[in-house]
């Protein structure tokens, strides 16, 4: 699963070495450190769905003009999914178009990938409800000089300080059914109807809010008063009730299920 950044031209050093929680990293990164900014060119992010929100949101946009402006949709080979990463600029270093030169423009709600950098998500074993919130790798690029400073993190204290356990936990659904899906055999393919359901629920919120207050849907599947208000109010609440929804509907007859 491919949740890291990765330059093109300058391939990452990936410790193969399994961080958990608790393992340490030294580094830091801050406008001081003479590659500012270098990370932010020539990579590939996949957005979560949480960054799409967040994202949409900071720019005054709907999920779909977003999706429009900023993205791009790609296929996820082991899962047969589709996922989407930030378009980058057409420029010479292949420039993220929230970078600018005294940092990102977007900081406070930038993506998970960005967030976790310089570590990777090494597996999305990650299961809901569960205590195991899967492990981590390093990725030593060249260019990043926030490996030379002093300052020591454990994964713990990396991913709060980040914010990326707020993610994570939103995010748990979606990397459940990327999980789910990757684990079936290889003959059993989800129709195209499936994998469209499983774009708008993800990526296109603004859409799947329309396909619950103004369609069939509420009479096809009852929701109780108070699931109904969340949802009504909440785009988080709306993306956490369409996961479960999608995981019921598509693995309903996963042998993984239980
Ligand atoms: S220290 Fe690393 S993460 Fe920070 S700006 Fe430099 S390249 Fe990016
Ligand atoms: S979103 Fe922000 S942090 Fe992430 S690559 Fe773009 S400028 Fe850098």
Redesign the pocket.
């Known amino acids: 699963m491919d949740m890291v950044s990765e330059s093109n031209d300058n391939p990452a050093r990936i410790q193969p070495v399994r961080l958990e929680l608790d393992s340490k990293i030294k580094?830091?990164?801050?406008k001081g450190?003479?590659?500012?900014?270098?990370?932010?060119r020539g990579i590939r992010i996949l957005l979560t769905p949480y960054d799409i929100i967040r994202m949409k949101n900071r720019l005054g946009l709907s999920s779909e003009d977003f999706l429009a402006i900023y993205t791009e949709p790609q296929l996820l080979e082991k899962t047969d999914l589709p996922v989407i990463t930030l378009k980058l600029l057409d420029d010479d270093a292949k420039s993220c178009p929230f970078v600018r030169e005294d940092g990102c423009l977007i900081y406070a709600d930038r993506p998970s990938t960005c967030r976790y950098?310089?570590l990777g998500v090494a597996s999305l074993s990650h299961k809901e409800n569960a205590d195991d919130e899967g492990f981590f790798i390093l990725i030593e690029?060249p260019?990043?000089?926030?490996?030379e400073?002093d300052k020591v993190w454990t994964i713990r204290d990396w991913r709060k300080d980040q914010g990326v356990d707020v993610d994570d936990d939103i995010n748990a659904g979606w990397t459940d059914l990327l999980v789910r899906k990757r684990s079936f055999p290889k003959n059993i393919a989800l129709t195209e109807k499936s994998k469209q359901l499983f774009f708008m629920v993800s990526y296109n919120i603004d859409q799947f809010r329309d396909f619950v207050f103004n369609s069939s849907f509420l009479t096809r599947y009852p929701i109780d008063d108070e699931t109904l208000e969340k949802i009504k109010t909440s785009e988080i609440e709306l993306l956490r009730f369409g996961l479960n929804w999608l995981k019921s509907l598509l693995f309903r007859d996963s042998p993984n299920e239980g």
């Open positions: 580094f830091s990164c801050h450190v003479r590659c500012f900014t270098q990370c932010c950098y310089p690029e260019h990043c000089k926030g490996f400073e």
